[in-house]
Each structure stands twice: as C-alpha cells, then as structure tokens.
C-alpha cells in the first residue's frame, strides 16, 4: 500500500457531487488516516469520506432484533399463576379436599397450584412439572 500524504490523489465520496471521485489530500489526521480531501471535480474541501467504508455500512444494516419466541414453559406458568394468587399454602394431603386455585404444598414437587379439579383428581402446575394428583380420598 502506498504512503498516504498531502497532495496525493485518493478516491472519497464527495457530498457535493454525490459520487466517489478522485480528491487530493489536503491534510493527514495522521499517517495512515487522512483528514481533508479537495474534490478534483468540484474543488470542494471535505472531510475524507471512505468510499468502501460507506459502502460496507449500507450493506451492514442487519436485523438485531429476532422475534420473541411465543413458547410459554412450566416455570413460567408457574410463575405467573403463584404471582397473580394471594392464597396460603396447604400441605398436600391425598385425604384433602382441593378446589381449583388452590395452593399446595408438596413435599417432592414443591409450591404448586391447582388448575384443574376432575372429580378425585387435581392436575397441579408444579415449578417444573403439570402433575396430576389425586386428592379427597377418605
Ligand atoms: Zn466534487
């Protein structure tokens, strides 16, 4: 690569001509960036605008936002159910009569609510796991 210096001829992309076209440098940032350029063409004085920069930057317009994904897991079920109850917990019990909402506290599975009551069973959303249990066995 050539030495860049005041004087020589480089190709930037003049603003008043709107093409890239061969200017002349007029002053050096430092000895590899160039500061000012004179348009050959107009005799414009300009900031040195890369011409293959430019470019790259028109083609660099990448997507950085991807759409959220839609699928809603246990946990975060779990979560907003157990965030949107103010209900107590009750420790499981096959023996219990449970009712749908109902808060159970399992010993295996942990804090879960009840989502669905089927007669002797209860499915349960549990933090990482839909159980069903059974539940008012006498
Ligand atoms: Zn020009």
């Not at 002349?24 to 414009?44: E, G, R, Y």
């Not at 808060?103 to 499915?123: L, Q, R, S």
Request: glycine letters at 4%.
């Amino acid at each position: 690569m050539s030495q860049l210096t005041v004087g020589k001829d480089v190709l930037s992309y003049c603003t008043k001509c709107k093409l890239n076209l061969g200017h002349t440098i007029v002053a050096m940032k430092d000895s590899i960036h160039i500061a000012k350029v004179k348009c050959n063409t107009c005799q414009t004085q300009q900031s040195f605008k890369d011409p293959t920069l430019a470019k790259q930057n028109k083609t660099r317009t990448r997507k950085t936002t991807s759409a959220p994904s839609k699928v809603i897991s246990v946990s975060d079920l779990w979560m907003e159910k157990m965030s949107s109850t103010k209900k107590k917990s009750t420790p499981y019990a096959m023996d219990h009569k449970f009712v749908q909402g109902d808060i159970i506290d399992h010993t295996k599975f942990g804090p879960g609510i009840v989502e669905k009551v089927v007669d002797d069973k209860i499915e349960v959303i549990f933090r990482h796991d839909i159980k069903t249990l059974v539940h008012n066995k006498h």
